[in-house]
Structures are given as structure tokens and as C-alpha cells.
């Protein structure tokens, strides 16, 4: 399989990139990457979503491994594919995505929120999966899934603030899946992508105590 599945295990965050304009999206990337970000998912919903995918993947080659979110469907899958995307993430279960990725030696990060979801994912071949959303489920329901299901690795998404990633964690998630807690629209619209570098470095050091 794909690099995607062992590098989060390492690294532990996912970073999610949605409506980021070209504009941006370089020096967004870079402060990123300065604040220790590794794995980041470009998706597929955003303007532009395969031209971004492809110039990160080139850019950024041997140091963040890129792949595509939002990747709803088989159609989307092969665009996001063809744009070089090292992984998938998706809001749902579609085998179909999970078969073409399995086909490709890419690892794929599916959305699942019930037990029959979850299970349904891993027995398709998902190694681990994305519990979303995380702010409406919130932390109680993560910790009473762990309780029949803690063999099948979780990773939290949607809510995940600075505040209870530490819960999350000690609940058992593997690792989380972060976008608004980091992505400040307004300072990236001044330009001050520092803003963007310190909040990664708060997020990096949050995992790495667990």
C-alpha cells in the first residue's frame, strides 16, 4: 500500500486544505510545513483542487506527502489520481473508491460515523478510518466506540481544537484531522502566514506530548 497510513501513524495530524485560493496557496503551505506539518489533503470541492494537488506534489516532493479530500466517488477519485494525490480522504464509504486506490497502492482515510460504517470500511480494506464529524458526535460518543470497536484505528475530524485534541488522544484516537483551528482565513487574507506557522507548531507539540 501507499506511505499514507505509516506517516500518520508518525506524525499523527492531517491537514485538511479547503478553499485555499492560488493565490495563497504557496505561501499557506510553506508556513505549514515550517510549523511541522507533513501530511496535508487538498480537497476536492476547492477551485482549482487538481492543479493545486499537482503543483504541491512536485514542490513539495520528498518533504509533505499531498493527497485528495473530499473524494466522494469513483469519478473524482481518477482526477484526483491523475493529479498525482499520494492518498484519499473521503467523507463517506464507496467501495468503489476504496478498490480503485487499493489497485494503485494508495491508502485511502474514509468518513464513517456508526459502528456500521466503521466495519464496513475496514472489512473493504480501509486501515484506518475518519470518525466525522467530531463536534456534533462530540468526545463521549469517540471514547463508547472504542469499547467494541478499539481494534479498528480511529482518527478524529471536524471540532478538534487545541483544547481537547489532548481528550481525543488519551481517548484513542490515533491521530486527528485539522482545518479551521489552523486555517485563519483572515491572517492569510493579510498576508501574515506566521499566524498559520505558530498555530501548526501548538497542534505538533499537542500530539507529540501523547
Same mark, same amino acid.
Given at each position: 500500500?501507499?506511505?499514507f497510513y505509516?506517516?500518520l501513524?508518525?506524525?499523527?495530524?492531517?491537514?485538511?486544505l479547503?478553499?485555499?485560493?492560488?493565490?495563497h496557496l504557496?505561501?499557506?503551505?510553506?508556513?505549514?510545513?515550517q510549523?511541522?506539518?507533513?501530511l496535508?489533503?487538498?480537497t476536492?470541492?476547492?477551485?482549482?483542487a487538481?492543479?493545486?494537488? %499537482?503543483s504541491l506534489s512536485?514542490?513539495?516532493?520528498?518533504?509533505?506527502?499531498?493527497?485528495a479530500g473530499?473524494?466522494l466517488?469513483?469519478e473524482i477519485?481518477?482526477?484526483?489520481?491523475?493529479?498525482g494525490a499520494?492518498?484519499?480522504?473521503?467523507?463517506?464509504v464507496d467501495? +468503489?473508491?476504496?478498490a480503485y486506490?487499493?489497485e494503485?497502492?494508495?491508502?485511502?482515510l474514509?468518513?464513517v460515523?456508526t459502528?456500521s460504517?466503521?466495519?464496513?470500511?475496514y472489512?473493504?480494506?480501509? +486501515?484506518m478510518?475518519?470518525l466525522?464529524?467530531?463536534? %456534533?458526535l462530540?468526545?463521549e460518543?469517540?471514547?463508547?466506540l472504542q469499547?467494541p470497536?478499539r481494534?479498528?484505528?480511529m482518527?478524529?475530524?471536524?471540532?478538534v481544537?487545541?483544547?481537547?485534541? %489532548?481528550?481525543f488522544?488519551a481517548a484513542?484516537?490515533i491521530?486527528?484531522?485539522?482545518?479551521?483551528?489552523?486555517?485563519?482565513?483572515e491572517?492569510?487574507?493579510?498576508?501574515?502566514?506566521?499566524?498559520?506557522?505558530?498555530?501548526?507548531?501548538?497542534f505538533?507539540h499537542?500530539?507529540?506530548?501523547?
Amino acid at each position: 500500500m501507499g506511505q499514507f497510513y505509516e506517516q500518520l501513524k508518525k506524525e499523527r495530524i492531517v491537514m485538511i486544505l479547503r478553499d485555499v485560493p492560488d493565490s495563497h496557496l504557496h505561501a499557506v503551505t510553506e508556513a505549514l510545513y515550517q510549523g511541522g506539518i507533513r501530511l496535508l489533503e487538498i480537497t476536492m470541492n476547492t477551485p482549482g483542487a487538481s492543479q493545486q494537488i %499537482s503543483s504541491l506534489s512536485k514542490q513539495y516532493e520528498g518533504k509533505l506527502l499531498i493527497g485528495a479530500g473530499t473524494v466522494l466517488d469513483l469519478e473524482i477519485a481518477r482526477v484526483a489520481y491523475e493529479a498525482g494525490a499520494s492518498y484519499f480522504v473521503t467523507p463517506n464509504v464507496d467501495e +468503489e473508491v476504496l478498490a480503485y486506490a487499493k489497485e494503485r497502492d494508495l491508502d485511502v482515510l474514509p468518513g464513517v460515523m456508526t459502528p456500521s460504517e466503521i466495519v464496513r470500511a475496514y472489512r473493504s480494506g480501509a +486501515e484506518m478510518v475518519k470518525l466525522f464529524p467530531m463536534k %456534533s458526535l462530540g468526545l463521549e460518543y469517540f471514547k463508547e466506540l472504542q469499547g467494541p470497536l478499539r481494534h479498528i484505528p480511529m482518527i478524529a475530524v471536524g471540532g478538534v481544537t487545541l483544547d481537547n485534541v %489532548s481528550d481525543f488522544l488519551a481517548a484513542g484516537a490515533i491521530g486527528i484531522g485539522i482545518g479551521g483551528s489552523i486555517i485563519d482565513k483572515e491572517a492569510i487574507a493579510r498576508g501574515e502566514y506566521h499566524v498559520l506557522t505558530e498555530k501548526a507548531k501548538a497542534f505538533v507539540h499537542a500530539v507529540q506530548q501523547k
